[in-house]
């Protein structure tokens, strides 16, 4: 049996203590409510369903009158309380069942709250029936309906991508934008209640932006259509110009509750306010610690100014974790407490710890994978475990490659909570990958196609001509029937030949070198100058994407193998689509961090705790993005980015009950990589943490210290390799796939060649940082006169320190990026 080498703490850090939460009394309503209070019979019926509610909880159930802000840590019951609040309204205070609105974000928790509503004691069911419970669109949904609006609901994402593609090609856009980003950005505009009359119109882009959602617009107007979207939008403009049906809801509805109210955007927050707006009795249960959908418009200053936007609101913490063991949330607690825009809490435990959570330093994310399968099925078959205990999160689904290829190839069963893509049929990637394909077979005819738009030509009609042309009169090489295409300019005729040659030499290249020399060639400089999608999508997602790209290819010998090898797990990517998802199969749970919030499972494996990944470099440089949400000034910009990194790294932490394993690949994409500070900052001592330096918080007067430590040499513990895998027969969804145990090199010795090996340098011309502490830097841009460089004034992307012109070793032919 292979050990894995786990640590009690992150790689870096010396302080010896592991933070443990404080264990909390097991006092409850059975101890706090004495017989005679005149609500106890309410308690012990709850009691006698095992509802037993602490001092705070009860405080929240017993609020009558007014807005009431519930702060619900993770794990503390804010599901029991806000149905035990339903059922304490009905039974104790004898309030109308009809009166009470009860709104979540998902169906599932609507449908679970509706049924324990109706299971709670003394209420009889007919009264609970009456009580509202449903969803933020449902509800809003069902007031329209009433209202006479018979639109059907374009609920269909494919659907809705299919409609805006089909706009894009009537608009001769169909290689520049990707309909599921346009989507997305028009969805969180709404939300931010931006329309289309408000919509910037700076850039050429920008124009076509607003072009584009017109046409959708008028496409569901003229179908007789309404997304999502269109219910909270259409609903505000209902109420905004009917002051009967407005002065009605608010009569019916004397106690509106909102669950998960960290999650809410501007559009349903204002919904809700002019609906208690004439008697207050608002009750919120949230997180702002959990606050990890800014992107989709959550704000978190929403629970931060509750008690200013409703003055003398009343606030109750709930404070006690019931699901993890006291070393996971003291972990917790010690990450969160760092952020600056939260309300303070610290959280107890009810569960004294028998372990710790441990750390994992593998030497990049393939031995990351390896390593962590190995732990797991080592769990599995020596400790009662099943594959459903354990959970693996990552901060972004290009995270997953790794993970996701050694469980196909060990033929553990997983979930995989994806919606899009698989990683190499990704908008980035695929072009590349079409380019391999065709330098293995010059005539596939669909791989020409999902290439044709990096020649900067129409899809559509390149294709088109390309099979007229080659019907009479076939090529080996069909792309040279391009060189004839009507009205090519000088430059797009030299660009098809050049391509030609490349796609030619392909072949004989090792996948790693082929994909360089692409990027190189012609592919970067082609995603650098389309101007929509850099206004469209994270430069960062880009570039991670293609790095991705190169650290898999780099494990196989040839081009054929490494197609071959991808084209196999698409096909089982798109079989796992297929089936009907099983939450009770047995299987491992993989997952963004995004989609495990509200989630829990006994164990959890955090993948990619590193610089750069977690916190994302989004995030690092966020103060120079210009889609990021605009805040007073840049140093709340990169505040605000950094917090929600945090917040998320919480959420992770907190999905654990008795197992948190957290891994920092020491290697990322061939570059060196830091332990995540929001672990290592933890595990500092005194010492360390005085030679941090302090990021001033302008819009607080208070500062939030932020450590960088000098890269270092990385000591890794290698491991005895564990027993191979046999790809033979891979089954990652039950289906065969046949995979040569050639075609994927060993991972621990790719691994152990990031330890032993020396890396090839190259020395450039480089900012420096002048901070004694900080290791950040930038290539300098040889295309800016070096006369004018000499006068720029040049700020630190991390710390914000001076720089200074110098040279700077970097590994050969990488792609560098500021602090790598």
């Not at 200053?301 to 709930?318: H, R």
């Not at 899809?459 to 007229?468: E, H, L, N, S, Y």
């Not at 621990?748 to 330890?755: A, I, V």
Request: with cysteine.
């Amino acid at each position: 049996m292979t050990l894995t080498p786990f640590y009690k703490r992150p790689f870096g850090g010396s302080r010896q203590d592991i933070p443990f939460a404080k264990l909390a009394t097991l006092e409850n309503s059975r101890d706090l409510i004495d017989d005679a209070a005149p609500d106890a019979a309410f308690f012990r019926g709850l009691e006698s369903q095992g509802l037993l509610l602490n001092r705070a909880q009860i405080q929240a159930v017993r609020h009558m009158n007014g807005p009431l802000l519930t702060l619900a840590g993770a794990g503390s019951g804010k599901t029991s309380v806000l149905v035990s609040r339903t059922g304490y309204l009905i039974a104790v205070q004898r309030i109308d069942p009809a009166s009470i609105l009860l709104v979540t974000f998902s169906s599932k928790a609507a449908a679970e709250m509706k049924e324990r509503i109706l299971a709670l004691p003394g209420l009889r069911h007919n009264e609970a029936g009456k009580v509202t419970a449903r969803t933020f669109h449902s509800f809003f949904l069902y007031l329209l309906r009433t209202r006479g609006y018979k639109q059907e609901i374009l609920s269909n994402a494919r659907h809705q991508q299919f409609i805006l593609k089909r706009i894009l090609r009537e608009m001769g856009l169909t290689d520049s934008y990707e309909a599921e980003t346009l989507l997305s950005l028009w969805s969180a505009h709404r939300m931010n209640m931006t329309g289309l009359d408000d919509l910037p119109m700076r850039t050429p882009a920008e124009v076509e932006q607003k072009q584009i959602f017109a046409r959708y617009e008028d496409w569901k107007t003229d179908h007789g259509q309404m997304d999502f979207d269109d219910i909270l939008v259409l609903s505000y403009r209902l109420l905004s110009h009917d002051p009967g049906l407005l002065a009605s809801l608010q009569r019916r509805y004397r106690y509106v509750m909102v669950d998960e109210f960290q999650d809410t955007g501007l559009l349903p927050y204002e919904l809700l306010k002019k609906i208690i707006a004439k008697h207050g009795n608002l009750m919120v249960v949230g997180d702002d610690d959990q606050t990890i959908y800014g992107f989709n418009g959550a704000r978190n200053e929403f629970i931060l100014e509750f008690d200013q936007t409703f003055p003398g609101a009343k606030v109750v913490t709930l404070d006690i974790n019931y699901r993890s063991l006291s070393s996971i949330v003291g972990l917790g607690n010690e990450i969160i407490r760092v952020n600056e825009r939260r309300r303070p809490k610290q959280l107890r435990s009810t569960r004294k710890s028998s372990g710790v959570p441990l750390y994992l330093r593998p030497g990049d994310p393939d031995q990351e994978a390896e390593q962590l399968l190995t732990h797991i099925a080592e769990q599995v078959q020596h400790h009662d475990r099943q594959y459903r205990d354990h959970a693996i999160l990552y901060r972004t689904s290009n995270n997953s490659r790794a993970i996701f290829e050694q469980l196909v190839m060990r033929e553990i069963p997983f979930i995989h909570y994806e919606n899009g893509d698989l990683f190499y049929e990704q908008w980035m990637v695929k072009p590349l990958m079409d380019h391999l394909r065709l330098s293995l077979d010059r005539r596939n005819f669909t791989a020409m196609e999902g290439m044709l738009h990096t020649l900067y030509l129409n899809r559509d009609k390149g294709m088109a001509f390309i099979r007229q042309q080659d019907a009479p009169r076939p090529k080996k090489g069909p792309l040279a029937h391009l060189l004839s295409f009507p009205g090519l300019k000088d430059f797009q005729i030299e660009n098809i030949r050049e391509r030609s040659k490349l796609i030619k030499g392909l072949k004989a290249l090792e996948p790693v070198k082929a994909v360089q020399e692409m990027r190189r060639q012609f592919y970067d400089k082609f995603l650098e100058a389309d101007e929509r999608q850099e206004l469209t999508l994270h430069k960062e997602f880009i570039q991670e994407g293609l790095d991705e790209l190169e650290t898999s290819a780099k494990r196989f010998d040839n081009i054929a193998e490494f197609v071959e090898f991808v084209d196999r797990l698409i096909v089982i990517h798109k079989e796992m689509a297929a089936m009907k998802r099983d939450e009770h199969a047995d299987a491992v749970r993989l997952m963004t961090i995004h989609k495990s919030k509200g989630l829990e499972f006994p164990s959890v494996c955090l993948i990619g705790a590193s610089e750069g990944i977690l916190p994302h470099t989004s995030a690092l440089d966020a103060e120079r993005r210009d889609d990021q949400r605009p805040l007073s000034d840049k140093q709340d910009k990169a505040l605000d980015a950094l917090e929600e990194e945090r917040r998320l790294a919480y959420v992770a932490i907190t999905r654990a009950r008795d197992e948190l394993v957290i891994s920092s690949p020491g290697f990322y994409r061939g570059r060196k990589t830091e332990v995540s500070r929001f672990f290592r900052d933890v595990f500092l001592t005194d010492e360390q943490s005085k030679q941090g330096n302090r990021v001033p918080n302008k819009s607080t007067g208070s500062t939030t210290r932020t450590t960088f430590t000098a890269q270092r040499t990385i000591h890794i513990e290698k491991p005895a390799k564990p027993a191979s895998p046999s790809p033979s027969s891979v089954r990652g969804t039950r289906s065969a796939v046949n995979l040569n145990s050639q075609q994927v090199r060993s991972v621990s010795t790719s691994s152990s060649q990031h330890q032993a090996a020396p890396v090839a340098t190259e020395t450039v011309d480089a900012w420096l940082c002048s901070s004694t502490v900080c290791k950040g830097w930038q290539r300098v841009n040889a295309r800016i006169p070096a006369r004018t460089r000499a006068r720029e004034n040049k700020a630190c992307p991390l710390c914000q320190s001076p720089m200074k012109q110098g040279r700077k070793e970097v590994p050969a032919q990488q792609r560098s990026r500021p602090g790598s």
